[in-house]
């Protein structure tokens, strides 16, 4: 199968994505009820995202440039290991092993294990040759390369099975705001759609902002109450009832709009429901600090990227910041790497 064929099987699961035929709602509505943080919205959202960034065929077409791929034909088999945190997570490593030619050999998180198999089980309707190219297991053994993501704690696990072999092992990653305080309510706004979006579960959600000393935080906490909803899902209720309480035990000064905690804390990470944020008085030593930090994912507002694009990482925005299609492309012998394009 040629790229060119790849890349028309893509569209076509463009198509299928928006069209949004009755199939695919009713597995939609199934993900919800298996998953209670994959609310039927969210997983709306992921899926148009992974269609106006990744599957766009110009959008595709550029980002293959990059890499000459040509008619390039991998023939190793990748293990994926994908989590489970938002709805179709593990999506950007599946297409690119797919459009690199490599077959793949899928490990599905149980919490995010009916999306990506109707997709792929309608692809090879649509062309049975692709179950050689893409399968499920639970045991991903004999692979030629690996790629894993998952928490700190998991990845220990990863570097131990998968050290011998080629591989790309992601852990624990957040991500952060800077706020120069003139920021205007649609931006505000913006902001929290890249707090609270997918329930604040993502490695590119902001768990932590940096605002001046005096800033007022009356116009942020009005901006959250867009999702002042939460506090009706049961899960979320949960989880920001136990935090209050800790903050009330502890006797922390904590400021709240009754769905969403803000606390001052130096921690990047934080819980469910909780956003840390920490005073500066230079805009500059702040980012000399986050500067490298491998914690992080991605920054957003001041030096960083605009306010509402956290959860709309293009093509080329790798997870912690490796190149999956390079780790690929050295996977083959007989394929002649050229460098991408500046």
Known sequence: MNLQKRIEILQRLRKYLITNEEEWQNIKTKASFHNGWFTLPFIELAVDAICSEFLQKEKLEEWISNYHLDDYIGGKNIGIVMAGNIPLVGFHDFLTVFISGHKQTIKLSSKDDILLTHLVNTMINWEPALKNYILFSELLKGCDGYI??????SARYFEQYFSKYPNIIRRNRTAVAILAGTETMEELDLLSN????????????ITKIYVPVGYDFVPLLKAFDKYIYFKDHHKFKNNYDYQLSIALLNNVFYMTNGSSLLLENESLFTAISQLNYSFYTDKKTVINLLHGNEDIQCICGYAGIGFGQAQKPSLMQYADGLDTMEFLLALSPTHTFLQKDS
């Open 148 to 153: 894993a993501t998952g928490s700190n704690n």
């Open 194 to 205: 890249d707090v609270h979006q997918y329930f604040g579960l993502g490695c590119r959600n």
